[in-house]
């Protein structure tokens, strides 16, 4: 097997094993880099000299038996939002487009204490603020599956960098569906960790009270051992939570015997392709033949999801995203009047389109007359989702349904239609708002050759039940990587 085909943990034993090293996996997989980032655009910056000393440092402690964890000397790629000290961090905007932080993020640092070795950073739609990975200031990303295609977004260079081998596993963030649609479109496999789960310092915020940074990787054993690194408490982070059991690896059994497993009726009506609903209900027939109970069932307030979702997290947008101005740090504008003329020139040339809309979104849905019309309403609205959970976790110790209505858009398509662009999250947004755990799992390719992606959805703080059914499904089904070489199916 050629080494860019094994999963982050299979390449981690064979580096204990001594049948490679971190080295020769680094090489192989920035020569793939090299090969195909013309084609995919996965990447904003590779920092290929650095990744290659890195891993003689990181083999030399294998070696010695300094670092023996699944992850030593496993090549990784992490968003372009997620600060790392020394590389510059540009959340594919403009006006970050010269910034270098002065540290490192808690979650890219976990990973390089594991043994992790970072390959760069990845493309994603500016700022976190969009679907499809074609609002970066650096390019569009292109699936690889079919590069005529999005990847999805806003962490589509993530998954578009496992799917195409130019990483073995990679972070995302997940504001309202960026590590799971993504994940989907590309087929690969990303998880949303409950929120508070991994630590949100150094990560450049987007919707404070929805972000939360999680694994991309070609199986659900690398997010699960992914996430073990992860979650870890912060107190550098006010919403981190101590976790008192964090060894997700545990639940990778194939056994859902007596699990009860709810499908929202409300995911399987109009505007779901007919191939992605048919992908639904053959792992839901599967996972009934493995002796799960799975029933559909009535979830309700799905509709008000979407608007909910855009009123809250563009509140917080244009709260988090004023202190960009071009006075400490990033683009300043070269001819102004003054220091308001500053201000505005340059945020306007600093600013992509789908940015400026949510800011401006988020100011009006602010501004006096407004607040308790649509803000204060939007929160109410998330209290109520949040309960329609609760109650389905009664009953059920998963639900399952799509990740997205459909496969990966050509491009171009989405950013016609804004507002189309938005529905297309509805099936991710709501386990944000209520604060859950979600995965998006591969299964199934339509009839254009585009993987398919099913999502599953836990209570808060049960991952494991997640990892546990995703886990179970996948190893009912044979699954292939799109064929790089080729530039695509």
Known sequence: MDILDLTAIRLGEKIKKRELTAVEATKAVLEQISSNEDAYNCYVTVEAEKAVERAEQVQEKISTGELNGPLAGVPVAIKDNICTEGTRTTCSSRILGDFVPTYTATAAAALEAAGAIVLGKTNMDEFAMGSTTETSYYGVTKNPWNPEHVPGGSSGGSCAAVAAREAFCALGSDTGGSIRQPSSFCGVTGLKPTYGTVSRYGLIAYGSSLDQIGPVAKDVADCAALLEVLAVHDPKDSTSVQREETDFTAALVQDVKGMRIGIPKDYLGEGLDPQVRAAVEQAAKVLKEQGAVVEEFDLSLVEYAIPAYYVIASAEASSNLSRFDGVKYGYRTEDYEGLHNMYKKTRSEGFGEEVKRRIMLGSFVLSSGYYDAYYLKALRTKALIKQAFDRAFEKYDVLLGPT??????????????????????????????????????????????????????????????????????????????PDTKKGGR
């Open 404 to 481: 997205a209505p459909t496969t990966a858009p050509r491009l171009g398509e989405s950013l016609k239609d804004p507002l189309q662009m938005y529905l297309g999250d509805i099936y991710t947004v709501s386990v944000n708002l209520a604060g859950l755990p979600g995965m998006s799992v591969p299964y199934g390719i339509d009839e254009k050759g585009l993987p398919i992606g099913v999502q599953f959805i836990g209570d808060a703080f049960q991952e494991k039940k997640v990892i546990r059914a995703g886990y179970a499904l996948e190893q009912t089904r044979e699954w292939q990587m």
